[in-house]
């Protein structure tokens, strides 16, 4: 008899992280439920899947409830039960905060926020009558500090992960653990080319590691953070950023060294 595969389902699937996930996880053996709503995007993914194990895709808003409920089933009709989830549909609409339209504000947390809980909520409905299961939402370094003209992003950041933590508490003694990813600055098509050049270069100053993340470096932890090596994971906010929020103060890839030492040579009571 051929053994069942292990299905997790994914938003956000049709670029960036969440077609590194899909591709990720479908090598871990998983099949693979993809989601977005770029319909587009979706036919070049699952062109790219053709003739795996099990993979289907679905043109889906995540801010509506409703149809969420019906992927899940379709899912699982499909493929099969539910073990693994990932909502990583997202986006950003940038401006300043006192010309911020309500529109741009109620469409980032709508997706960012509202979405992401609607996939969790619509998954955990089934997964928890089995008692079982694993969810990785996208939080950001965002999530740790503002940034001007983000002021509805780093909102629903915030927010993301602490209903995580909320999540962790009341599903994980019911066999669900939930976690988040905090990525710094992703090599994504939105990024290198929404993202002026110049600043770019002042992100890169930032990051220790001195390159920024691939989808393919997120894929791989949240891989490790659906797997029985973080079994005992739960309500973790895990941070995938080169080492950008490690300290304060930084430049240069934290090599500050004339200014350390300009510091080390002011008498204690000057400061």
């Known amino acids: 008899m051929k053994e069942q595969l292990k299905v997790a389902l994914v938003t956000g699937a049709a670029s960036g992280i969440g077609a590194s996930v899909c591709s990720r996880l479908a090598a871990d053996g998983y099949a693979i439920a993809a989601a977005d709503s770029n319909e587009e995007g979706l036919k070049a993914l699952a062109a790219q899947h053709e003739g795996s194990a099990g993979f289907i895709a679905h043109a889906l808003d995540v801010r509506d409830a409703e149809a969420q409920r019906h992927f899940v089933g379709v899912v699982e009709s499909q493929l099969g039960p539910i073990s693994a989830v990932v909502p990583c549909a997202g986006l950003t609409r940038s401006g300043p905060a006192e010309t911020l339209s309500v529109s741009d504000w109620q469409l980032v947390i709508g997706v960012n926020l509202t979405g992401t809980f609607l996939t969790c909520q619509a998954a955990a409905e089934r997964m928890l009558q089995r008692g079982s299961g694993a969810i990785v939402c996208i939080a950001s370094v965002s999530a740790k500090g503002g940034q001007a003209g983000r002021a509805n992003y780093s909102a629903s950041k915030f927010a993301v992960a602490g209903l995580v933590k909320s999540l962790a508490i009341e599903w994980g003694a019911r ?24 600043f770019q270069k002042i992100m890169l100053d930032r990051i220790p ?33 080169g080492g950008m929020t490690a300290g304060y103060l930084t430049s240069k890839h934290g090599e500050d060294y004339a200014t350390l030492s300009a510091i080390n040579r002011i008498e204690p009571a000057a400061w």
């Open 175 to 198: 066999g669900i653990r939930v976690n988040a990813v905090s990525p710094g600055v992703v090599a994504t098509p939105m990024v290198l080319k929404g993202v002026p050049e110049h």
């Open 209 to 241: 590691m001195k390159r920024f993340a691939t989808p393919s470096d997120i894929a791989g932890a949240i891989s490790m953070l659906l797997s029985s090596n973080a079994a005992y994971v739960n309500g973790s906010v895990l941070e995938i950023d």
